[in-house]
């Protein structure tokens, strides 16, 4: 069983920054993909950023030049930057990891982390 723990949400002014980390309970190594999503209310989950595990790294145009996707093997752990925050980063953030098969592909999900960007 896959865990995957997220820390560092919170309330930050417009401008502002955010680190959010999230603890996988195995290596990194064991999953094709590293990504946030986030969703806020009544809204989809969308992706924010993810990362191979050969390091090639995809972020949504809103958040591009903003935001920054990195990982620490020894840790176990993937960071999420989050700078020059604004309003409309309000949502909660979900770390998710993707192994894929053959036959299909197997996503592993946190239980996610609000962040508030307001003034």
């Known amino acids: 069983q896959v865990q995957l723990v997220e820390s560092g949400g919170g309330a930050v002014q417009p401008g502002g920054s955010l680190r959010l980390s999230c603890a996988a309970s195995r290596t990194l190594f064991s999953f094709n993909t590293m990504a946030w999503f986030r969703q806020a209310p009544g809204n989809k989950r969308e992706l924010v950023a993810a990362m191979t595990s050969g390091g090639s790294t995809n972020y949504a145009d809103s958040v591009k030049g903003r935001f920054t996707i990195s990982r620490d093997n020894d840790k176990n752990t993937v960071y999420l930057q989050m700078n020059s925050l604004k309003p409309e980063d309000t949502a909660v953030y979900y770390c998710?990891?993707?192994?894929?098969?053959?036959?299909?592909?197997?996503?592993?999900w946190g239980q996610g982390t609000q962040v508030t960007v307001s003034s």
């Open positions: 998710n990891a993707a192994v894929v098969f053959r036959s299909g592909k197997q996503d592993y």
